[in-house]
């Protein structure tokens, strides 16, 4: 660990104590936070002056449903969905990821984060509608990618990769409309053709 990095462990841990977990892996800080303690950990993490994070990188959703056991955190109350944040100290100059578990997996909901720093506004709406993760305090959560009438969460790892419908121009209507999707699902296999000797090996 580089003394930066200790250096950030150090004042993580002073201004945070027990409401975190800590990891170090390849030169990097996860902090993993409980979704009730999410909100006022954010607010430390951009105030305290031995912290400063005052940029959001990126925030993005996981699914975690078929990650090899589970979700890898003691926090995990509901451990198949999670709200992964990067952020950014420009006056100590660290980096930092910070990650909250949706305690509910079938109604997965987190505090929002916007009120702190405005770039989550969009990140936080992507994630809504990819993954279907709530943002409690959000005030414009919305679809952004998908249309507005999209059945599902298309990255979640449940979601089929044809979808449920499709949508086409109907001459007749004159217009857009939806139909069930008429793509047959099949699994394809790509063809391999080695050569007897290949590279030289018998």
């Avoid at 993490?45 to 940029?55: M, S, T, V, Y």
């Avoid at 959703?61 to 056991?69: H, I, N, R, T």
């Avoid at 059945?151 to 979601?159: I, Q």
Wanted: with cysteine; glycine share 6%; charged share 25%.
């Amino acid at each position: 660990m580089t003394l930066s990095l200790h250096n950030l462990q150090a004042a993580l841990t002073e201004a945070l104590g027990e409401q975190v977990q800590l990891e170090s892996h390849l030169g990097e800080l996860t902090l993993t936070v409980k979704a009730a303690d999410y909100l006022s950990v954010a607010k430390t993490l951009h105030d305290h002056p031995a912290l400063a994070f005052e940029q959001l990188i990126d925030l993005c959703g996981v699914d975690y449903s078929s990650y090899k056991d589970g979700a890898p955190s003691r926090f995990a109350d509901g451990p198949r969905f999670a709200v992964v944040s990067h952020l950014l100290s420009i006056s100590h100059n660290w980096r930092l990821r910070v990650r909250v578990f949706a305690p509910d997996d079938d109604f997965p909901v987190v505090p929002s984060i916007n009120e702190i720093w405005n770039a989550a506004n969009w990140f936080e709406r992507e994630a809504f509608d990819l993954f279907g993760i709530i943002f409690e305090g959000h005030l414009d959560l919305r679809r952004i990618l998908t249309d507005y009438g999209f059945v599902g969460h298309p990255f979640r790892k449940d979601f089929p990769t044809s979808g449920y419908v499709e949508m086409r121009y109907d001459e007749a209507q004159k217009r857009v409309i939806y139909q069930p999707v008429t793509i047959e699902p099949r699994e394809i296999t790509p063809r391999i053709i080695r050569e007897d000797h290949y590279g030289g090996l018998q």
